[in-house]
């Protein structure tokens, strides 16, 4: 399961729960690259906190975004991943990108405000 929100500065915040399968990533992929594609996000940020599951669909949605982002100069980071996660991300390049800390923090590295709800 997937929540994205919109946060200031063209900051996207993908919090994912549970397991990432190709279907899921594929739904996940079209929203975030018509966000960015349409100016509308300059930056993602994968909250991975709750994500139990995550097979090979979930790297490559990651480092596709990366793509799309990379005329831009956006950002991406990776917050909590779980050790196996963080082994596999090392390993695919992704490393550099992985943060432990909140969504809050995250935004303030990227440059943007969060408002509390």
């Known amino acids: ?21 190709n279907h899921e990533a594929n739904q996940i ?6 966000s960015i594609f349409t100016g ?12 139990g599951f995550m097979d090979s669909a979930g790297i490559g949605l990651i480092l596709g975004r990366m793509r799309d ?3 831009l100069d956006g ?3 990776i917050l909590n991943p779980s050790p196996t996660m963080e082994k596999i991300f090392h390993f695919s390049g992704l490393g550099p990108y992985i943060r432990h800390y909140t969504v809050a923090q ?3 590295e990227i440059g943007g405000v969060l408002h509390e709800q």
């Open 1 to 21: 399961m997937a929540k994205m929100e919109l946060v200031d500065n063209g900051i996207l915040v993908v919090s994912l729960h549970g397991e990432l399968d």
């Open 29 to 34: 992929r079209t929203h975030i690259s018509t």
């Open 40 to 51: 509308q996000a300059r930056a993602v940020i994968w909250d991975l906190d709750g994500l």
């Open 69 to 71: 982002l990379a005329p």
């Open 75 to 77: 950002e991406t980071l």
């Open 106 to 108: 995250a935004i303030g």
